[in-house]
């Protein structure tokens, strides 16, 4: 099996807070640039990686072991197929430095994401949650001292042109990755 360091395709990360655009970016980034697209909170439920249920925040608890388990294969596996892998999650902490190459921290105007979390039927706590983190940047605090702050980028993701543009940015940044890599 190839060894991940010497990958010759790209992995990125899209991470953010929730509604801020993540899946629909990772989405076209997977379509465009040929990438595979792992959505992280869809192999959380698939694989149900839980480990017991909170009852005060009503959330499961994350089974980070089982979780980084399944991944590592899905890398390991896309690395030997010489595939680039783009991965979505709304945190960033829990994943080894080793896996990506960019980290994009999506950002979105409160009130965009306000009406982006009512049309997703967040309760008024879960809302208010979710747009004070994004106000207070915590996922972009968490990046930058999760990884290299040369591999993050902040980008805005209020409307379908910001969203065309992160895609073609990363695409000419990927290009240059392989260059440089290959
Ligand atoms: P996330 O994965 O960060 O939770 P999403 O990709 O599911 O967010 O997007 C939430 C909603 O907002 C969805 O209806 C698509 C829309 N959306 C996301 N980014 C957008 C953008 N840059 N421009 C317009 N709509 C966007």
Redesign the pocket.
């Known amino acids: 099996m190839a060894d991940e360091t010497e990958r010759r395709r790209p992995n990125i990360l899209v991470t ?1 807070t ?8 990772a989405a076209m980034l997977a379509e465009r640039l040929g990438l595979q697209h792992i959505n992280v909170g869809d192999i959380i439920k698939q694989h149900k990686c839980y480990d017991g249920h909170d009852d005060a925040l009503d959330t499961h608890i994350l089974d980070e072991d089982k979780l980084l388990d399944l991944m590592e294969a899905m890398f390991q596996k896309c690395a030997a197929d010489n595939i680039g892998i783009v991965a ?1 999650y709304h945190s960033c902490e829990l994943f080894p430095e080793r896996w990506f190459d960019l980290i994009l921290v ?1 950002r979105a105007n409160t009130t965009i994401l306000f009406d ?1 979390l009512t ?1 997703r039927g967040y309760n008024d706590n879960k809302r208010s949650e979710n747009m004070e983190a994004e106000i207070m940047q915590v996922v972009l605090d968490e990046a930058r001292e999760s990884y290299d702050v040369d591999i993050v980028q902040e980008l805005p ?4 042109e ?2 065309e543009a992160n895609v073609e940015r990363c695409r000419a940044w990927a290009e240059q990755w392989v260059k440089d890599n290959t």
Do not use: F, Q
């Open positions: 953010g929730p509604g801020v655009g993540k899946t629909a970016t979505d999506l982006r049309e993701s209020n409307t379908k910001d969203m």
